[in-house]
């Protein structure tokens, strides 16, 4: 049984800044692709950043360009999304997701994490 866990979510003032992780247990991030979602009330779910595993390609939205990165941590399974100079439009449910292959459709994402939420105050 495979399972994603996030954490690290929470309330900050912009400008601030978060790290969230994804754990797994039942699979192992080094065979595909892991993705951070986001979705903010009455948004549609929309991809913030990719991690390709067995090439190490990473890929962003244009709005989190320069601000946020993700990293992994093989050894722990984990794949953390560090988040700088966050905005008010930053705030939404972030969610973690895995799949065989990349893909900014989140309908192709197999596993999914239960969310973190990340509020940010102006």
């Known amino acids: 049984q495979v399972e994603l866990a996030e954490s690290g979510g929470g309330s900050v003032q912009a400008g601030g800044s978060l790290r969230l992780s994804c754990g797994a247990s039942?699979?192992?991030?080094?065979?595909?692709?892991v993705a951070w979602f986001r979705q903010a009330p009455g948004k549609e779910r929309e991809e913030v950043t990719y991690?390709?595993?067995?090439?190490?390609?990473?890929g962003y939205a244009d709005s989190v360009k320069g601000r946020f990165t993700i990293s992994q941590d093989i050894a722990k399974n984990t794949v953390h999304l560090h988040m700088n100079s966050l905005r008010p439009e930053d705030t939404a449910m972030y969610y973690c997701?895995?799949?065989?292959?990349?893909?900014?459709?989140?309908?192709?994402?197999?596993?999914w994490g239960q969310g973190t939420q990340v509020t940010v105050s102006s």
């Open positions: 997701a895995a799949h065989d292959f990349c893909s900014t459709n989140w309908k192709e994402f197999t596993y």
């Open positions: 991690i390709y595993m067995p090439g190490q390609t990473t």
């Open positions: 039942g699979y192992t991030f080094g065979r595909g692709c």
